[in-house]
T-cell receptor, first 113, second 115 residues
Framework: ETGVTQTPRHLVMGMTNKKSLKCEQH?????MYWYKQSAKKPLELMFV???????ENNSVPSRFSPECPNSSHLFLHLHTLQPEDSALYLC????????????FGQGTRLTVV | GNSVTQMEGPVTLSEEAFLTINCTYT??????LFWYVQYPGEGLQLLLK?????DKGSNKGFEATYRKETTSFHLEKGSVQVSDSAVYFC??????????????FGKGTHLIIQP
């Protein structure tokens, strides 16, 4: 496989459930990101991991918990979400130290019911 | 801080029309500039990029020129097709010397091409 792969592509969960989103990159990059894309809103950067350390948390609610066990994998653990958390969650990777583009996965469409 | 401003849509054009989507930016120094495209139900794909002033990025008939004097990176295509219907995002990357900063995106422009 090449590029950035996200699973699952679609997820429906209840507000009391616990689920995890997975992202894997095969590009040899050393930075990974979670973005949230909601209808009629700009892309929101949620979390940044550089060299497997979290370097930014843009005031994201604690019901979202990221994990980066190595430079190729990134998870987003979800618990007790709200309906307004329904969105497309995009994972991306890039190479730190350069003004380079990020490569995106196809996203996980999350619906909270 | 960094910011990107682009025209919001939807922009509706007829097939074979000329396309311009405006994008201006605010950033320190000399960022790299990008256009991404998002087709329905998909993630973002890099369309083209430019890394220094006066560079022209091009791909699939789309072009954008990095204009430092006007801090702009407008996207153009001479003859659009129905298959170009998508949401287009202008973005910048400015490595600040620390860790990864992520991209700064505009709000996206929804382009609709009618046959």
């Amino acid at each position: 496989e090449t590029g950035v792969t996200q699973t699952p592509r679609h997820l429906v969960m209840g507000m009391t459930n616990k689920k995890s989103l997975k992202c894997e990159q095969h590009l040899g990059h050393n930075a990974m990101y979670w973005y949230k894309q909601s209808a009629k809103k700009p892309l929101e950067l949620m979390f940044v991991y550089s060299l497997e350390e979290r370097v930014e948390n843009n005031s994201v609610p604690s019901r979202f918990s990221p994990e980066c066990p190595n430079s190729s994998h990134l998870f987003l653990h979800l618990h007790t979400l709200q309906p307004e958390d329904s969105a497309l969650y995009l994972c991306a990777s890039s190479q730190v130290g350069q003004d380079t583009e990020a490569f995106f996965g196809q996203g996980t469409r999350l619906t909270v019911v | 801080g960094n910011s990107v401003t682009q025209m919001e849509g939807p922009v509706t054009l007829s097939e074979e029309a000329f396309l311009t989507i405006n994008c201006t930016y605010t950033a320190t120094g000399y960022p790299s500039l990008f256009w991404y495209v998002q087709y329905p139900g998909e993630g973002l794909q890099l369309l083209l990029k430019a890394t220094k002033a006066d560079d022209k990025g091009s791909n699939k008939g789309f072009e954008a020129t990095y204009r430092k004097e006007t801090t702009s990176f407008h996207l153009e295509k001479g003859s659009v097709q129905v298959s170009d219907s998508a949401v287009y995002f202008c973005a910048l990357s400015r490595y600040s010397g620390g860790g990864a900063d992520g991209l700064t995106f505009g709000k996206g422009t929804h382009l609709i091409i009618q046959p």
